[in-house]
């Protein structure tokens, strides 16, 4: 059973950058879901940046890795520079993560890589990996957001 959109592009995984979230993955704080992901951001230059999921005893206040990835790149001042993303995770085991199907950004991730993404001028490649074995699914961010929120809707929104 697969509850992952299958949409695979014919393109390579970027296998370098899904390593790094995985050890990005590594260090998710995830007391209270116990699912653990980590992202990473590959930039123009080459250089990668990651995240992994950050949760609080509130819920409401948890942050997701490829927020903590996208806002770690911004603080850099390299927001215009992403080139590609991968993501990861799996629920926390006794023995590592678990998951044999990819995982895909949630809707608010992919609200932020869209904005990303628009700043870049490019729509990224976004590498989704399983915790366990080598499923993968890559998408572009259009494809996990389309008909996203825009400028143009403020602009409308500013006319009334
Ligand atoms: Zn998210």
Redesign the pocket.
Known sequence: MTNVPQNPREEACDEMLVSAAREAMNHAYAPYSRFAVGAAARLSDGSIVTGANFENISYGLSL????VAIASVNAAGALADIVAMAVIGGAVGKEGNDGNEPIT?????RQIMAEAARVAGRDFPVYCAASDGPARALYRVSDLLPHAFSAAGLARGDSM
């Open positions: 997701c890795a490829e927020t950004p949630c809707g608010r991730c």
